[in-house]
């Protein structure tokens, strides 16, 4: 039953989208008085990125806001998803100095895009903390002060933009910028001290969203009446072996360290997971895992109007623990836990994404479960190719998108979950963080040799528009069937 392909039709008001972020696609990182981000600082820094590359010039999406609103419109979907510059708003990221052409870039992009008749997401944190915030004594998001910064960026950002903006999202994938970020140092903004700074950094971004969530209910949602959520990422975990319970118990672990550190709290009682709580503690006089006062927990719980969803691929997990890693304090040790890959998945060109469909619906199924039936609003899931590939028939995205978002429907229609909508990643090939431009996940291949950084259509696209407009009939759908010997237009 789990591979069985299934014929229907997505629920009226299902939303469908396309996704971006900031740093990857806009370039103009030191234009019209944008400040420098920790990214930038990151990306300049030699040795830290695949070939050296940076986001400075990217996509160019600064200068390129028609042509890039024309190719939201052609896809035809309801919503497009996009991330502010903290520091393109509030160079400093401090209030003290508001950057108007900063906050004219976002309005031009937000009229453009009502006037398709595409609906704005806005996303205000998608990892590009202004350098001068990581700098200051409090070190970014390890220190309680940038709670209260963020709220004052969010308040902005609401007064602003809030009257044309109907669904926000305060943070993306907090798990990738604490643990990458403060934790084994593979992200912005390059600490190591596992365990320990990322636990702090967590809580912080939990406080910090919690408050800005308050802010909106209490100032801005009666008149502008939008929606207020955060988007985590997650795999999916399957017990490496289904006959050892210690497996299943692993996989439970890895699940709770994984997602439910930050939605725990928001969708269930405030607190992190028992299991999280009971770990850090071991052999410590003070939990590494920061205590959330009974007033802190009130703040956070029941903070989110909708479930964001970033997922890609599928684990397998197994048991880890041993007596003597007690004195071993890493987040990864503390999870007591490990995973893998079957090699017989599908690859993607990035190392950790493999071609799994199924486990998308049992995450969604996990969801509806664990989190009380929240509307879940799969807010990332896409399939990357070798930056190199000048392949325009990219056979394997279609493959991906109609087996996965299959299951998506599945889970709507079998498991009874509450999925408001879905959203490929990306719209064109960008900047992809550590991995530069080795990697591309765009729907539209981007040449960053050409100074005009044109757009071209890859052929997943016919599959994705056609799903949006069918569904999946019983008759099939014609631009989905996956064809690896089409012969390739190489893009000129």
């Known amino acids: ?157 609401f007064k602003e933009f809030g009257p044309k903006v109907k669904r926000w999202i305060t943070f993306n994938e907090p798990w990738v910028f604490t643990v990458l970020g403060y934790g084994n140092g593979a992200h912005s903004p390059n600490i190591k001290d596992s365990g320990r700074l990322d636990y702090q950094a967590g809580k912080n971004v939990l406080l910090a969203h919690a408050k800005a969530y308050r802010l909106y209910q209490t100032q801005y949602k009666a008149v502008q009446n939008g929606e207020v959520g955060i988007t985590c990422n997650s795999d999916w975990s399957e017990p490496r072996n289904q006959y050892r319970q210690v497996d299943y118990d692993a996989t439970n672990r890895v699940m709770q360290f994984f997602l439910g550190w930050f939605m ?57 623990f041993s007596p003597d890693r007690i004195n071993e304090v890493s987040y990864y040790e503390d999870r007591e836990a490990n995973t893998e890959q079957d090699f017989t998945w599908p690859a993607a060109a990035s190392v950790w994404l493999k071609d799994v469909p199924w486990g998308i619906r049992r995450l969604l199924s996990w969801i509806k479960k664990e989190y009380n039936d929240p509307p879940i609003l799969i807010t990332e899931n896409g399939f990357s190719e070798e930056g190199n590939s000048h392949e325009l028939n990219d056979w394997w995205r279609t493959k991906f998108f109609h087996g996965y978002i299959n299951e998506v429907l599945k889970a709507i229609q079998l498991d009874n979950v509450n999925v408001i909508g879905y959203t490929a990643w990306s719209l064109m090939d960008n900047f992809e963080w550590a991995e530069g431009y080795s990697e591309r996940f765009g729907l539209h291949w981007v040449d960053f040799n050409d100074p005009e950084r044109p757009r071209i259509r890859k052929q997943s696209v016919n599959c994705f528009v056609e799903i949006m407009e069918r569904s999946f009939p019983a008759d099939g759908l014609q631009n989905c069937q996956v064809n690896s010997n089409i012969e390739n237009t190489t893009p000129t």
């Open 1 to 157: 039953e789990r591979d069985e392909f299934h014929y229907g039709t997505f629920p009226e008001g299902f939303k469908w989208s396309v996704s971006t972020s900031a740093y990857q696609i806009e370039g103009g990182w030191n234009v019209d008085g944008k400040g420098e981000s920790i990214w930038d600082t990151f990306s300049h820094t030699p040795g830290k990125r695949a070939n050296n590359e940076t986001g400075d010039i990217a996509c160019d999406s600064y200068h390129k806001v028609k042509e890039d609103v024309n190719l939201v419109k052609m896809l035809g979907v309801q919503q497009y998803r996009f991330s502010i510059s903290w520091s393109r708003i509030f160079p400093d990221g401090t209030t003290s100095y508001v950057n108007q052409a900063g906050v004219d870039y976002y309005n031009s992009l937000i009229d453009s895009l009502l006037k398709i008749g595409v609906e704005p997401v806005v996303t205000l944190y998608h990892w590009d903390l202004p350098q001068a915030l990581e700098d200051d004594s409090f070190g970014g998001w390890v220190g309680a002060e940038i709670i209260d910064l963020f709220v004052e960026y969010a308040d902005i950002c």
């Open 264 to 320: 725990h709290p928001i969708w269930v009682n405030g607190d992190y997971p028992d299991v999280m709580k009971v770990i850090a503690a071991q052999g410590e006089a003070t939990s590494r895992l920061p205590e959330l006062t009974t007033q802190e927990k009130s703040l956070i719980f029941g903070t989110s109007d909708f479930f964001g969803l970033n997922h890609y691929t599928t684990n397998l997990a197994y048991e880890t």
